[in-house]
């Protein structure tokens, strides 16, 4: 087939290569000068272990398939990784109780590795940490997210595939036995396809409403979420991910490393209505009073604000968080077209 994924964004990319490894003719076509401008480059680069989400959704499935899956393309392409492990931690009774939960979840997403430890274990493994205990996940990790999409990019020239970048989709209509898709921007025109990836992020219910036919009470709401890190101005303290227990919409303000051993803080969580990407200084505040249950350590001045992204969701605060969204042909019955809506973390952990 002539296969159009829309959006060169990890998730994207991942799917034009396996489309180009199993012999279709693939296009990528993305509304920027680059692969991974969007959400891909704007997140805490974490290969989750798939811990936290319900037993047979598919961020549980895809998570710790795609998990597996990227350690081994890691170490095949030499893409830079590191199976550093993470911490969970509790400081409370309250939050003793909701990583046992997080265990027993784990568990029976078939998360291997998963174990209770006490304080002193914990403290034995990272000196500075204040907790009663901690949930231990040795197969969670880092990856350059930038390293791994070249590779699939890579990949998918390789294979006969390219990307047309500064390409916007901007309508796309079904008219058997094709899709005609109408592009903006350098090379404005329009091409046919036997099949229609819709792969834009926080594009993808703009894009879904431009497609002829398409049932309108099949686009999801999009909820923005976003996510602004702080950077450490010193001396990294750990060497593992350390968590906090999540929170509504995300996963706590936690440690991340990057591959050099550098330390930040983040996501958390903001609720907008309208992209945004500054990073207000004076969130700071919380984030030392939410760092200091776990890390009381943590010294005066020491945070400075870094970069934030946007998570794609579905739902309203408070709700209960939605599950990703693969719109096919059984869904909205229309032929050869997926939509992807509310890919949000673990999206990368799931790319593949
Ligand atoms: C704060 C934060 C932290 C996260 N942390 C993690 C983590 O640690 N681990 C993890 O597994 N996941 C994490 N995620 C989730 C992960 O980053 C995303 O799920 C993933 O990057 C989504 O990739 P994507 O390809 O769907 O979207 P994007 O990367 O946004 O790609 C979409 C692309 O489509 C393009 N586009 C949009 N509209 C059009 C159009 N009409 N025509 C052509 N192109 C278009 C955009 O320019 C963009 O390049 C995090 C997300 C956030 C926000």
Redesign the pocket.
């Known amino acids: 087939m002539q296969v159009l994924v829309?959006?060169?964004?990890?998730?994207?990319?991942a799917i034009a290569r396996t489309a180009a490894c199993r012999d279709h003719d693939v296009i990528v076509?993305?509304?920027?000068d680059g692969?991974?401008?969007?959400?891909?480059?704007?997140?805490?680069?974490?290969?989750?272990a798939g811990i936290y989400y319900p037993t047979g959704s598919l961020r549980a499935r895809h998570?710790t398939r795609g998990r597996r899956m990227l350690y081994q393309f890691c170490a095949a392409h030499g893409v830079a990784h590191n199976k550093c492990g993470k911490l969970i931690v509790a400081t409370d009774e309250a939050e003793f109780a909701k990583v046992e939960t997080l265990l027993a979840q784990g568990r029976e997403n078939g998360v291997e590795g998963l174990e209770l430890i006490g304080g002193d274990a914990a403290r034995a493994l990272e000196a500075e940490l204040n907790c009663i205990g901690a949930l231990s996940s040795p197969e969670s990790g880092i990856v350059d997210s930038h390293g791994y999409m070249l590779a699939l990019w890579g990949d998918l020239e390789d294979r006969g595939g390219s990307i047309a970048f500064e390409?916007?989709?901007?309508r796309l209509s079904y008219s058997a036995p094709h899709w005609q898709v109408q592009f903006g921007g350098r090379d404005a025109g329009t091409a046919a396809f036997d099949a229609v990836v819709n792969?834009?992020?926080?594009?993808a219910q703009?894009?879904a409403r431009r497609i002829e036919g398409y049932p309108a009470g099949m686009v999801p709401p999009l909820v923005l979420a976003?996510?602004n890190?702080f950077g450490f101005a010193r001396r990294p303290v750990f060497s593992r991910l350390i968590y906090p227990t999540p929170v509504d919409g995300g996963l706590g303000v936690h440690v991340?490393l990057d591959l050099a051993g550098r330390m930040r803080f983040?996501?958390d969580v903001e609720w907008i209505d309208h992209e945004s990407y500054t990073v207000d200084p004076r969130r700071a505040e919380t984030f030392y009073q939410r760092i200091r249950t776990y890390w009381p350590g943590l010294p005066d001045g020491s945070l400075v604000p870094d970069y934030?992204?946007?998570?794609?969701k579905l739902t309203a605060p408070g709700e209960k968080p939605a599950d990703f969204m693969i719109a096919a042909e059984p869904a909205h019955g229309m032929l050869r077209l997926v939509n992807?809506f509310g890919?949000?973390?673990?999206?990368?952990?799931?790319?593949l």
């Open positions: 829309v959006g060169a964004g990890v998730v994207g990319l076509a993305e509304a920027t692969i991974g401008n969007g959400i891909s480059s704007r997140n805490s680069e974490v290969i989750h998570s390409t916007p989709v901007e792969s834009t992020g926080l594009g703009k894009l976003k996510g890190y991340t983040g996501p934030c992204g946007i998570r794609p992807l890919i949000e973390s673990p999206g990368l952990t799931s790319s």
